[in-house]
């Protein structure tokens, strides 16, 4: 029987390899972070460029602190579930670009994800919509076939149904379970192109 490891456990290792861990291994996790917390300062903030930002650290921490800046920027990438999220994500592919350099077909890449979040914005809106009709029709039909009820002051707000709740819900896992995976793949390639160098 496998062996179940407690998350002490887990803790103290990592704690022991830690301290196994070189000054400069340790420097060059701090420069990540740092550029982490950089990339969520400029898509909070927007204050200055990334490039600006990354000019403004210490020569030797800067090809370490741009990585970090690139892995927040990818996060930040996502399917937007709304205006704001939307903004945050576009931010964060203009920050790639500029940190990217021009480098290779980078453009390409970023264009193409951005096609993929404004494809997902219209296609959920679609998908949610016919949804709609669809259980809109389901109860009208329901209170046709029931002729003792005044169908004149009843309101039907297919959101509000159980049935709609639970297959949106579906709906929405399947249609983001295929768009996240599309996203990944094109993050995958971003990755490839600027982090391996």
Known sequence: MAEIRSTMDLVMERAARMGKASSEELAREEARKKGMHLAAEYLDNGSGSPTEILAAQPPQEQMTIRSGMLE??????????????????EKAVRGILELGGGAGDL?????????????????????????????????????????????????????????FQEEWSRVKAELD??????????KDLLRQRLLSA
Do not use: F, W
């Open 107 to 163: 453009e390409a890449i970023c264009r193409e994800m951005q096609h993929i979040t404004g494809q997902y914005g219209q296609h959920r809106r679609q998908l949610r919509q016919q949804l709609e009709e669809q259980v809109r029709m389901q109860y009208e039909q329901l209170l046709a076939q029931q002729p003792e009820l005044s169908r004149e002051n009843i309101r039907i707000d297919p959101t509000r149904q159980p049935k």
């Open 72 to 89: 927040a920027l990818l996060r930040n990438i996502i399917l937007p579930r709304d205006d704001m999220a939307r903004q945050r994500s």
């Open 177 to 186: 379970s295929q768009y996240n995976q599309a996203l990944e793949q094109h």
